[in-house]
């Protein structure tokens, strides 16, 4: 069964650093590449990272350089640290699932949690 519960987001100033958590299901860490969407409002869902069963990551555009995706396999726990935040990067952050990673990366997740908010303040 999948299961995804985001943690960590919350306010922040441009520059500034934010950590997400997700603690999966054992099944879905197992089984599915995991990473991280995002939706803004009135805009369409995007795929930020992505982290595989062997680690390997990839990234959106935007969060090459400033964010970094990793995982605790003890803790079944997904991460995404954000560093040099911007106003852009506002947004509701969910964990997200599916058999591919690239399906997480375009923004079409199978599966995701019930999201976390980032605002970043100019």
């Known amino acids: 069964q999948v299961q995804l519960v985001e943690y960590g987001g919350g306010s922040v100033q441009a520059g500034g650093s934010l950590t997400l958590s997700c603690v999966a299901s054992?099944?879905?860490?197992?089984?599915?590449?995991m990473g991280w969407v995002r939706q803004a409002p009135g805009k369409q869902r995007e795929g930020v990272a992505t982290?595989?069963?062997?680690?390997?990551?990839r990234y959106e555009d935007s969060a090459k350089g400033r964010f970094t995706i990793s995982k605790d396999n003890a803790k079944n726990t997904l991460y995404l640290h954000m560093n040099s935040l911007k106003p852009e990067d506002t947004a509701m952050y969910y964990c997200?699932?599916?058999?591919?990673?690239?399906?997480?990366?375009?923004?079409?997740?199978?599966?995701w949690g019930q999201g976390t908010q980032v605002t970043v303040s100019s």
């Open positions: 054992e099944y879905t860490y197992i089984h599915y590449c």
């Open positions: 997200a699932a599916h058999d591919k990673c690239r399906a997480v990366l375009a923004g079409m997740p199978d599966y």
């Open positions: 982290i595989d069963s062997y680690g390997s990551t």
